[in-house]
Structure formats: C-alpha cells, structure tokens
C-alpha cells in the first residue's frame, strides 16, 4: 500500500480541474455550520487557494487533499489537516465526503489513510477533532477510526437554533 492510497481510495493535493467541486462544496450553507464559514467563496479566492497548495503544510498550517476512488479516479470528498502546530505535534482533522458518495465505507478507507500518513510521515503525535454533539454519522467514523471522546465544548457553534454543543475527540499515536 502506497502512503496516501490504498485499493479505494487515493488522496491528493488539489488540482484547478477541482475549482468547481471546491466552489459547491465550500458554498454549501448547510456545511457552514459544521465549520466557520460566514460568507461564501469566490471562485478568484478558491483558485488562489488552490495555487498556493504546494505549500507545504509547515508553511501554512493546513494541507488539504482530495479524495479520489481508485476505480474511476471520480473526486469524492476532501480532508484537511489544520491548526497544525508543530512544537506540539498535533493538527485538527477535518472530512467531507460528497453526500453521493456516503455511507460506503469511504470516508473511513480516506481517514485511515490521513491518519497513517500524519503519524508515519508527519510525524504528529495526535490528531483531534470537534464534532457536534448531534452528529452521529461524524462520531461513529471517527470512533471507527480510534479517536476518543476527550471532552465536551459548552454551546461552542452557533447553529440554527442557538448554540451546541461540540465533542472533542483525539487521537494519540502509541
């Protein structure tokens, strides 16, 4: 098995054949809540998004890759690697997996892969991620995963009906 792919699924950086999957999926207001989008995203601002990728992640803190199915090459879903702080070792993770491609066990087969690459080549202690608290679908992979439930975030996202609580789960390389 390759680092960033497996039989399934292959990870990769983001190309500008992707501004288009980018600019639908970043402009979802339904996703909005889910992270900290306040408005939406230009085309112009994604594709220099895109052109400053090769950066490495050292550089600017995040990495972001694509998703992409081994068998037709079709790009399904993003990661991101975030808040990356290198004294300590650690980044956020975040998934997006295209809701026509859920519930196909790729978003697992993808976070494995993430999770293999940050601890054997990036060499990062932990990953950590915050979910909400009613967003069973998120806990159920990232517990498939081994993350752990670490602590609990008092009304930490505004959504639509108020504030909600967030999950904070890890994941600690042994």
């Not at 809540?33 to 803190?61: C, M, Q, V, W």
């Not at 998120?138 to 517990?143: H, M, Q, Y």
């Amino acid at each position: 098995m390759e680092l960033l792919q497996n039989e399934t699924v292959r990870l990769r950086a983001p190309e500008p054949e992707d501004l288009e999957l980018l600019y639908a999926w970043e402009n979802n207001p339904e996703w909005w809540e889910l992270g900290n989008t306040l408005a939406p995203y230009s085309r112009y601002l994604l594709k220099e998004y895109i052109a400053e990728s090769h950066r490495d992640i050292f550089d600017l803190k995040q990495l972001r890759l694509m998703i992409d199915l081994c068998s037709t090459g079709a790009t399904v879903g993003m990661l991101d690697l975030y808040d990356f702080d290198p004294h300590h070792r650690r980044a956020g993770v975040g998934i997006l997996v295209d809701p026509l491609y859920q519930k196909n066990g790729l978003a697992t087969e993808a976070l494995n892969l993430l999770i293999e690459y940050a601890f054997s080549y990036l060499k990062l202690h932990q990953l950590f991620v915050h979910i909400p608290i009613g967003n069973e679908p998120s806990k159920a992979l990232f517990t498939r995963c081994g993350f752990t439930v670490t602590g609990i975030l008092t009304d930490w996202i505004t959504t639509k009906d108020g504030y909600s609580d967030v999950l904070t789960m890890q994941k600690i390389d042994d």
